[in-house]
Nanobody, 111 residues
Framework: QVQLVESGGDVVQPGGSLRLSCAAS????????VAWYRQAPGKQREWVAS???????TYVAFVKGRFTISRDNARNVAYLQMNSLKPEDTAVYYC?????WGQGTQVTVSS
């Protein structure tokens, strides 16, 4: 069974950067897409970015040019590089693969 563990969340000042990681285990041999979502306090969980097996990436409009999703298939790890962070990026960030969610990692952007 698929298991996901996110890490890398922290408190950072506006304009700062963070790199989140999503380590996967129990992955199937078939191709799969990795997605990052986030959930801010009092708001619904929202999709942020995805990367498919061919490493084609897609992003929600408000992170384009600031966030980069990538994956290391040999290590079964996916990343979300986040630059130029804003206070409105504050949220718990979740990794999602084949119907499975990780536990999330907290990102706080505050001066």
């Amino acid at each position: 069974q698929v298991q996901l563990v996110e890490s890398g969340g922290d408190v950072v000042q506006p304009g700062g950067s963070l790199r989140l990681s999503c380590a996967a285990s129990g992955m199937p041999s078939r191709p799969y897409t990795v997605a990052w979502y986030r959930q801010a306090p009092g708001k619904q969980r929202e999709w942020v970015a995805s990367i498919n097996a061919e490493e084609v990436t897609t992003y929600v409009a408000f992170v384009k040019g600031r966030f980069t999703i990538s994956r290391d298939n040999a290590r079964n790890v996916a990343y979300l590089q986040m630059n130029s962070l804003k206070p409105e990026d504050t949220a718990v960030y979740y990794c999602y693969v084949i119907g499975t969610w990780g536990q999330g990692t907290q990102v706080t952007v505050s001066s």
